[in-house]
């Protein structure tokens, strides 16, 4: 009876342990993330100023804040990854800013945009920016401001689903699709990075706690700052699991927990990010209408290395998040998977008449991206003037577009 008790005891030791081993929070992960990067006076010295401060006493985030003024790439150099685009010669190195010449065309850019947005007639009217900033790319660290490329163990996880309805399929169940098709999530990145509509990133602060809720796909990450640990490994979740605290006036916060269904691209569109991914952001109001939000993206399973970006966010039009409309599939997924049954039944017909034919791609048609023009076409969604919503490189949905889905929808 002794040697059970004794045994008992041995076992519920090691499951308390590892249970106690699972809920401590990762640590060392701030390592790979830079101070942060102000880049919201375009390469000037940062203005005195006074944050102020909630009614418990800490820095006062609040507001509904936008990256719509955000207009400038990701990378700097060119196209994707830093690039050239196709047939274009190697552009040369670029600082983390414009230089004069290159600002008074962002400039007018910005103000043509604005005048003609205001002056818009249709249904349908994208944001735009009202602001120009001087910066070059989104990327401030590498320093050479180009994002570093998944490696080539990584990209053996790419599939068709990483562009979902922008891509040809095959569309045979939900699971082909992107979390953004299916309206459950863009992930953080995504839901920060500016697209063509509904940039919008509103942030409540309580004791304790903060909230950030986003305009796109209806998401809200709560982030606690009362000094609790994460929750247990074993927990996954589309946004990860959110822990924060003030250094100064800076928030800084550490995501772990991540599921590897969502990606960093925009709208979280692309190849797919590991389980393993930590975030780290600095969020610091540096301006009564500027917060400077940071974002360190550290997945040594997909990445090379870490990356961050940085960028400004100022106030949103009209200061209020408007509602998205979007339940699970809305229709995009079901008229996906029912398009792709009327091709099976297509190609059988013509079978039977002897008629032996290719499939036909789900973008067959011409229409681009939404109709927007077809492939490459300059003008289409994706190749608006910085000034515009669009300021991603020119390329529709088809066969143009970027090969892993990081378009905009």
């Not at 944050?51 to 700097?76: C, H, I, M, N, Y």
């Not at 301006?287 to 400004?312: G, H, K, M, R, W």
Request: one cysteine or more; proline letters at 8%; glycine letters at 16%.
């Amino acid at each position: 009876m002794s040697r059970r008790i004794v045994t008992w005891l041995g076992v519920l030791g090691v499951v308390v342990g590892v249970a106690l081993a699972m809920q401590l929070p990762v640590s060392g992960q701030d390592a790979a993330a830079p101070p942060l990067v102000i880049t919201a006076f375009n390469g000037g010295p940062t203005p005195a100023y006074t944050v102020p401060k909630t009614p418990w006493g800490e820095p006062d985030l609040q507001g509904t804040w936008s990256s719509d003024d955000a207009t400038f790439g990701v990378s700097r150099g060119g196209g994707r990854g830093g690039a050239p685009a196709a047939g274009a010669a190697p552009a040369p190195p670029q600082g983390l800013y414009l230089n004069d010449e290159q600002w008074a065309a962002r400039q007018k850019t910005i103000a043509d945009g604005v005048r003609n947005a205001e002056n818009a007639v249709g249904s349908f009217r994208g944001d735009f920016a009202r602001r120009a900033f001087r910066q070059t790319s989104y990327i401030v660290d590498p320093p050479t401001g180009i994002m570093p490329q998944p490696t080539a163990e990584a990209r053996k996880r790419a599939a068709p689903r990483d562009r979902g309805t922008f891509g040809d399929g095959p569309f045979n169940t939900t699971e082909d699709f992107t979390l953004y098709d299916r309206c459950i999530t863009r992930g953080i990145y995504g839901s920060v990075a500016r697209v063509i509509y509904g940039n919008g990133n509103r942030i409540v602060q309580g004791p304790g706690m903060v909230a950030i809720s986003y305009e796109m796909i209806h998401d809200t990450r709560v982030i606690y700052t009362d000094g609790r640990p994460h929750i247990n490994t074993g927990i996954r979740q589309y946004l990860g699991d959110s822990r924060g605290r003030w250094d100064g006036d800076t928030l800084v916060v550490e995501t772990t927990n991540m599921t590897d269904k969502t990606s960093i691209g925009a709208n979280g569109n692309g190849l797919r990010h590991s389980d393993r991914m930590v975030m780290t952001e600095r969020i610091k109001r540096v301006a009564d209408d500027i917060i400077q939000y940071q974002l360190t993206v550290n997945d040594p399973v997909t990445y090379p290395q870490p990356f961050t970006i940085s960028i400004p966010l100022t106030p949103l039009d009209g200061g209020v998040l408007l509602p998205y409309e979007c339940h699970e599939g809305n229709h995009a997924i079901e008229n996906s998977l029912g398009g792709e049954r009327a091709e099976d039944r297509a190609l059988a017909e013509d079978l039977a008449k002897g008629i032996k034919r290719e499939r036909r791609g789900a973008q067959d048609g011409g229409l681009g991206a939404g109709g927007f023009g077809g492939p490459g076409a300059a003008g289409g969604r994706g190749g608006a003037p910085a000034g515009g919503r669009g300021g991603a490189p020119a390329g529709g949905r088809g066969s143009e577009a970027p090969p892993d889905g990081d378009q905009e929808k």
